[in-house]
């Protein structure tokens, strides 16, 4: 590995916006580490990017399961060496109404969205100290501005990252760790049926590209597309309930 090579490991990297972010990263020349539930998928993608010239290095892993997440990622990051940035991308969708009494898909939801971040997020921070710099990232949502009718839950554990991340960059000023946070707007991609429907909708290629063109920069916050979301997601707060319904 050339010395100027740069190492990026995405959490979540087999589907969607991790896999466009792994592609988008492979054609800058960086060294990936990539973990995802699917072994299959993350297989297929490892052999696409490898046979392109890329050294990569994968291993399987359910962000859910919490007590996995440091030794799977500190034993990937051990075989990676040096670790320059960390994304953190795992994520499900998932619709309810309050009131039918399915606490066990909200559990699911806030166990993978914000407990499964958090643990990624702490096993990078606890590897770039000793180290002494790196990169954070955590992929939230538009929802973390304005909740999304149905989709309570979701948009709880997205705005709960918002806030632990921006926690986060204040607790690690001065160690040489940045930390970023992704709000990306409506992206169409397979993990998300149905998006065609919401306006403004982007291509997950055209969000991975700005996402890294954002991290390249170390800008705190980074929301995707940048057109036109930098101005409607501050805005969504003042729209009244009846609008936001409508919407969604």
Known sequence: ???????????GASRGIGACLAREYAARGWTLGLLARSEDALAMLGHELRN?????ETAVLDVADTARVAPVLGELMQRLGRVDLVIANAGVLGWRRA??????????????????????????VAHFKPQGHGQIAGISSLSAYRGIPGSGAYSASKAALTNYLEALRMEVAGRGIAVSIVHPGFVNTDISPGMEKYPFVAAPEKVAKE??????????????PRFPWAALMPAMRLLPDSVMKKVF
Do not use: F, H, W
């Not at 392109?52 to 990569?56: D, I, K, Q, S």
């Open 52 to 56: 392109g010239g890329t050294r990569v």
């Open 1 to 11: 590995m050339p010395p100027s090579a740069r190492t990026v490991v995405i959490v």
């Open 99 to 124: 009131g039918d009494g399915n606490l066990d898909e909200d559990r699911r939801i806030i166990q993978t969205n914000l407990m499964g971040a958090i643990a990624v997020i702490d096993a990078a």
């Open 211 to 224: 996402i890294a063109d954002g991290l390249e920069k170390k800008r705190k916050n980074i929301v995707v």
